[in-house]
């Protein structure tokens, strides 16, 4: 069959995937890494296209234009909380003409047969975008299905929801090739163009506001991300940004890799990893392997607050590791999550001394959000913090979803963004900005990006 991995278009930058979505929070637009991931393995079964709105900045109207001209008998979509009334909208006009709409995305993460019973043009919603089942349901093969929730022939709705306990994935290799190569941004990429790989899926640790948690976790052969990234080398690329939640779970694995990309030595790169997991053997690797950032969860400064939402490290150390980060020479980037119902005007105080004092390079602020599926869900509902019916959340921070216990929405919203205008607004940390920049590729993408940081956060 022909099949379109489509990202729909929409009113702002939208940004969905891996079951989260939100709006950008300076104008950085990674490629959606469901639909790389699912490229390969339709590509191994169906003529398949790619028609990611967000990085083309396609309108609805241009948009069905070219989905017309690429007359697709089914359509693979992302959808996210953060659109989804446009995202329903635009879907249930392409089901109109005939053709089959599949979709994957946080809104769909839970309570999947409610989604499929309000919205009768949605055929199946995909839950694991690392597995076979895409395939399965074009096949007929209903049967085979493990996480999905799909119509039956006889219009039942059908959930399959299979143990997510195997250790490894296999997939054919993602054709990058297929996507846009302009339009995506990462402002921590060296040169251009960059490309987003998976080298492994969900995540082991059991961080109670985050969704990849409740996904399992299972990794890729070291050969076969090899095999992407030989072919991505092929085409020109050199700067990857690896989307794995945590670089390194597996320790003897993530080494291996580092030495084979050390071998190869024209490749620059950024990955995620957890400050507990972040050891001197493991950095000095990743450095010789061509990592330049390093993305390091903070989250509070409160040891209390890390231990509520089930971290597993304290804050010493988080300092412990933004410390060895600097001495094996890699750019720090620490996130972190504001808004918690336990948050404060002194615990963001708190966490704004803590982001200065650690001399992080990138600071990037997540407004909590009652993801789809989480415990934290589950906290906030129980709290009347959130309400079942609001399926709109924005992790971004372009509003606050959440009231605290002592903050309310709007006054929450200002306190993030002035720790956003003290933190990037301070002339030392301007100047030694500069002076990190290699050539001037990076400083206009780094100027673009501080200026959209700081313009979304000046009031």
Known sequence: MRVLLLNPPGRGVYIRDYFCSKTTKS???????????????LASE????????????????????????????????????????????????????????????????????????EEPWLEAALDDFANEDALRLLRGATDEVTNATFRAPDGSI??????RGAREFRVPRPRHELFPRRGYRFSFARTTPFATVLTDYGCPYPCTFCV???????????????????????????????MDQTFGVRRERALELCAALEARGDLSWTAFTRP??????????????????????????????????????????????????????????????????????ASLEATLELALALE??????NVAVPRFGTPFRTEALALGLARPEELVMDQGGASATLPTHTLDRAEMLRLKRRMVRRFYLRPSYLWRRL?????????????????????RNLT
């Open 276 to 345: 507990d997991r972040a050891d001197d053997a493991l950095l000095a690797a990743m450095a010789r392997a061509g990592c330049h950032t390093l993305i390091l969860g903070v989250e509070s400064a409160s040891d209390e607050l890390l231990a509520r939402y089930r971290k597993g490290y304290t804050a010493d150390a988080v300092v412990g590791a933004f410390e060895r980060a600097r001495r094996h020479g890699l750019r720090t980037v620490g996130t972190f999550i504001v808004g918690l119902p336990e948050e404060s005007a």
């Open 435 to 455: 002076r990190g920049v290699r050539g001037l590729g990076e400083l206009g993408r780094q100027l673009g990006e501080g200026w959209a940081l700081v313009r």
């Open 360 to 365: 992080m390079d990138f600071m990037s602020l």
């Open 158 to 163: 059908v959930v399959r929801d299979a143990p």
């Open 46 to 117: 169906h003529e398949v296209a790619v028609l990611d709105c967000m990085a083309e900045g396609l309108a609805p109207r241009d948009a069905r234009r070219r989905i017309d001209a690429l007359d697709p008998a089914v359509v693979v979509s992302l959808v996210g909380s953060v659109s989804w009334d446009e995202d329903r909208a635009f879907l249930a006009e392409l089901a109109a003409s005939g053709r089959r709409v599949l979709a994957i995305g946080d809104v769909l993460h839970e309570d999947a047969v409610r989604r499929l019973a």
């Open 212 to 242: 990849i948690g409740t996904l399992g976790f299972r990794t890729r052969p070291v050969a076969d991300v090899l095999e992407e990234l030989d072919a991505l080398r092929a085409d020109g690329v050199r700067e990857v940004f690896f």
């Open 27 to 41: 104008n950085y637009l990674f490629h959606p890494v469901d639909l790389v991931v699912l490229s390969g393995t």
